[in-house]
């Protein structure tokens, strides 16, 4: 099981622009959109996104990322994954992140397929939301959270004390891999 909290906030902004799509089935798949306030991405893509991660279940990640591509060649900021209890597979572009706390380190997971082991932590997250945000506060949090919302909240939280959550939109998820549940 990969127990996971998503973070969509629009922080200071007037409206929250990011999106994140998500497909729960025997395996977790997700789609993290960042747009900044000058990209433009139409309510006819995301439809597009959002209908292919809700039918990808039965589909090769490659054949998902192949399908997604055309849509997003103009957004440069996105990430798709697919994680279950064994593996995650990422693909990345321009200015979101995925790290994951395994073994008591922080590493920036790289694109393609990483092997998972119970009780490993992942975020994933766009650049605004790494902004005020350093690798010893993500592994701090990481490794005192016993849930994936109290991670969120941890990072929350000094986030918080450094902006007020008052500058762009805020968007994340934390995951972590429960393999005996």
Same mark, same amino acid.
């Given at each position: 099981?990969?127990?996971?909290?998503? %973070?969509?906030?629009?922080?200071?902004?007037?409206?929250?622009?990011?999106?994140?799509?998500?497909?729960?089935?025997?395996?977790?798949?997700? @789609?993290? %959109?960042?747009?900044?306030?000058?990209?433009?991405?139409?309510?006819?893509?995301?439809?597009?996104? @959002?209908?292919?991660?809700?039918?990808?279940?039965?589909?090769?990640?490659?054949?998902?990322?192949?399908?997604?591509?055309?849509?997003?060649?103009?957004?440069?900021?996105?990430?798709?994954?697919?994680?279950?209890?064994?593996?995650?597979? +990422?693909?990345?572009?321009?200015?979101?992140?995925?790290?994951?706390?395994?073994?008591?380190? %922080?590493?920036? %997971?790289?694109?393609?397929?990483?092997?998972?082991?119970?009780?490993?932590?992942?975020?994933?997250?766009?650049?605004?939301?790494?902004?005020?945000?350093?690798?010893?506060? +993500?592994?701090?949090?990481?490794? +005192? @959270?016993?849930?994936?919302?109290?991670?969120?909240?941890?990072?929350?939280?000094? +986030?918080?004390?450094?902006?007020?959550?008052?500058?762009?939109?805020?968007?994340?998820?934390?995951?972590?891999?429960?393999?005996?549940?």
């Amino acid at each position: 099981m990969i127990e996971n909290y998503i %973070l969509m906030h629009k922080g200071g902004q007037e409206e929250y622009r990011d999106n994140i799509f998500v497909n729960y089935s025997s395996s977790l798949t997700m @789609a993290m %959109l960042y747009l900044p306030l000058e990209s433009e991405f139409s309510v006819t893509d995301e439809a597009s996104v @959002a209908a292919l991660v809700q039918g990808s279940s039965k589909m090769r990640f490659i054949d998902l990322s192949e399908s997604i591509y055309p849509i997003l060649t103009n957004l440069r900021n996105y990430m798709l994954i697919r994680i279950d209890d064994k593996h995650i597979e +990422i693909e990345r572009h321009g200015k979101v992140f995925a790290y994951i706390v395994q073994n008591g380190e %922080l590493k920036m %997971l790289p694109n393609g397929m990483t092997s998972l082991e119970d009780g490993d932590r992942l975020i994933c997250c766009t650049g605004e939301f790494m902004r005020c945000l350093n690798d010893i506060a +993500i592994l701090s949090d990481a490794v +005192i @959270a016993d849930s994936a919302e109290e991670w969120m909240d941890n990072l929350v939280c000094r +986030i918080s004390d450094r902006n007020r959550l008052s500058e762009g939109n805020l968007t994340a998820v934390t995951m972590i891999v429960r393999s005996g549940d």
